[in-house]
């Protein structure tokens, strides 16, 4: 055969090599870009941000009884807070990019305090709302110390440590993919607003760095901010034109860009205090509610975390720094409480995904938009603006940045070998109930108002539907169930399960490069060491 292709070289057929640290990354955590530069990547970070921080308040308050007042006012509250433990986070906690938001794990146990037979007899929505973010704040408080002692006693490590590349899969995976319900369902509430950002975003960030050709990485970095920009405007001039004059209520508090009444809301300039709603109350069953909601976020929060420390090009984070990591995630939950944010705080998923999309993940950055986080929550008016952007665009950007979290997990199967039959039975099997069993937990919930376990103890039936509904939970726990129980001692499936490749981050010592990425600064390291 003349036409016949020539046989393929020999070092064609090799595949790929596997890598500790991502490579292709602009600036890892150590390096930061430069000062400009800098100050518009945070500016970014605090965008994406803005969106959960808005959209949990908006969705809680209400049902709290608060007016627009209140909202503006627990929206300044969270972002301070949030500032706050962002910088704790990357000073003294993992030291990773990291910013910590707000949460959906926890709105569960707050619609669940919401609810609660002792507040029914006020009259008054807002002494029914101070009641309640009285209670929130108590249970907040109770459930932070499980999160510090857990951290910080070090038990966290000890379970990490049992943590292999195929265990890891699932639980990253499921981080990311797990919010696929924020995505699209939030794009189609408003779809000429929430589609144009995510082809814009394609765009900027896919197409025209490759058809520019230019060394200056412009569009793919600040994409972001160019797409909202465009879209934002587009949607005040379909505001304005009157497009959505005679629409139902519902598209109109959607697509409008005046109707999230955070502006006139919010005051020109207040800092947020401690107790700044009066004591906080303090009920048993709530505060166990709040606790699995709590372990929930541990669990979720650790493989954010290694998805965060993958797009910031570090290696995998040892145990003991994850352990110290969510011993200050629970210090931030204890603020949350102090403050009075109705909700608890984790690693923002959608923020680790704008690290792979700008392929910076530089630690300055994210301190940087800390610092807008706390500034923008005092001057309350000037954060107000950002904060009314409508939510599909917020949910456009999920779209893309859940994607990339989901893909960060997915990228921890270079190490394991996909040919054995027990990986394949854990990966798949942890996938499908990860997927599987919250689905059943949030479809009965949704039809019968209350969850599947319904007994007379309602602490007893929050825990079990708390835990059950994160999917990152419940395929992490399946994984690492049968990854530590199934013939792990067999030295073949050691090494189909990756677990030689992490062998030397176990320890903090075991490799040079975590002093690197993750000592404290400051010498603290002699006080706090890490093992």
């Known amino acids: 055969m003349a036409g016949a292709a020539p046989p393929p070289k020999q070092d064609e057929l090799v595949p790929h090599p596997v890598k500790d640290q991502l490579p292709n990354v602009s600036f890892c955590i150590t390096s930061p870009p430069p000062w400009p530069e800098a100050i518009l990547l945070g500016f970014q970070h605090y965008l994406v941000m803005l969106g959960t921080t808005v959209i949990i308040p908006t969705a809680l308050v209400p049902q709290?009884?608060?007016?627009?007042?209140?909202?503006?006012?627990?929206?300044?509250?969270?972002?301070?807070?949030?500032?706050?433990?962002?910088?704790?986070?990357?000073?003294f906690g993992t030291r990773l990019p990291a910013v910590m938001g707000g949460s959906y794990t926890f709105v569960v146990p707050t619609i669940s305090i919401i609810l609660a037979g002792r507040y029914n007899n006020i009259v008054d929505p807002h002494e029914k709302f101070l009641h309640i973010m009285r209670g929130t704040q108590g249970a907040l408080i109770v459930a932070s110390t499980l999160q510090i002692i857990v951290g910080f006693s070090g038990l966290w490590r000890n379970v990490t440590r049992f943590l292999s590349p195929l265990s890891?899969?699932?639980?990253?995976?499921?981080?990311?993919f797990g919010l696929y319900e924020l995505g699209f369902p939030g794009v189609a509430k408003c779809v000429e607003i929430g589609l144009p950002p995510i082809v814009l975003l394609v765009i900027f960030s896919q197409y025209l760095p490759?058809?520019?050709?230019?060394?200056r990485h412009v569009f793919d970095r600040f994409a972001v901010i160019f797409s909202i920009v465009i879209v934002w405007l587009y949607a005040y001039l379909l505001t304005v034109g009157g497009a959505y004059r005679h629409s139902p209520p519902k598209t109109q508090l959607h697509c409008r860009t005046d109707r999230s009444g955070l502006v006139g809301g919010a005051p020109w300039i207040r800092v947020p205090y401690p107790f700044q709603w009066g004591?906080?109350?303090?009920?048993?069953?709530?505060?166990?509610?709040?606790?699995?909601?709590?372990?929930?976020?541990?669990?979720?929060?650790?493989?954010?975390f290694m998805a965060v420390a993958r797009y910031a090009s570090a290696t995998p984070v040892p145990p003991s720094v994850l352990?110290?990591?969510?011993?200050?995630?629970?210090?931030?939950?204890?603020?949350?409480?102090?403050?009075?944010?109705?909700?608890?705080?984790?690693?923002?998923?959608?923020?680790?995904?704008?690290?792979?999309?700008?392929?910076?993940?530089?630690?300055?950055v994210v301190q940087i938009s800390a610092a807008f986080m706390i500034f923008f929550s005092i001057l309350g008016k000037f954060g107000a603006v950002f904060a009314s952007i409508p939510a599909p665009i917020f949910a456009a950007l999920y779209c893309l940045f859940f994607a990339y979290v989901g893909a960060a997990g997915l990228s921890f199967l270079q190490f394991c070998n996909l040919n054995s039959f027990r990986t394949k039975f854990i990966l798949g099997f942890s996938v499908f109930m990860g997927l599987s069993v919250p689905q059943y937990f949030n479809e009965y919930t949704s039809v019968?108002?209350?969850g599947p376990v319904h007994t007379g103890a309602r602490w007893f039936n929050d825990i079990i539907n708390v835990i059950f509904s994160s999917k990152p939970f419940v395929a992490g726990f399946v994984a690492f169930l049968l990854d530590n129980t199934l013939h792990r001692h067999d030295s073949a499936v050691r090494k189909d399960r990756g677990f030689h490749w992490w062998q030397k981050f176990r320890s903090f010592k075991g490799d040079t490069r975590s002093e690197e990425f993750y000592s404290l600064p400051c010498n603290l390291n002699k006080f706090f060491p890490s093992v």
């Open 448 to 450: 019968a108002g209350y």
């Open 279 to 304: 004591a906080p109350t303090f009920d048993a069953g709530e505060a166990f509610a709040m606790m699995a909601a709590s372990i929930v976020g541990l669990v979720e929060s650790t493989g954010t």
């Open 323 to 364: 352990s110290r990591g969510i011993g200050w995630q629970g210090i931030g939950i204890l603020l949350d409480g102090l403050f009075g944010t109705a909700n608890g705080s984790s690693v923002s998923v959608e923020n680790a995904g704008l690290l792979a999309l700008t392929r910076v993940g530089s630690r300055r």
């Open 210 to 215: 490759h058809a520019m050709h230019s060394e």
């Open 64 to 91: 709290m009884g608060g007016g627009n007042d209140e909202k503006a006012r627990v929206i300044q509250t969270l972002l301070f807070v949030a500032g706050i433990n962002t910088l704790f986070q990357t000073l």
């Open 168 to 176: 890891a899969v699932p639980l990253v995976a499921l981080a990311g």
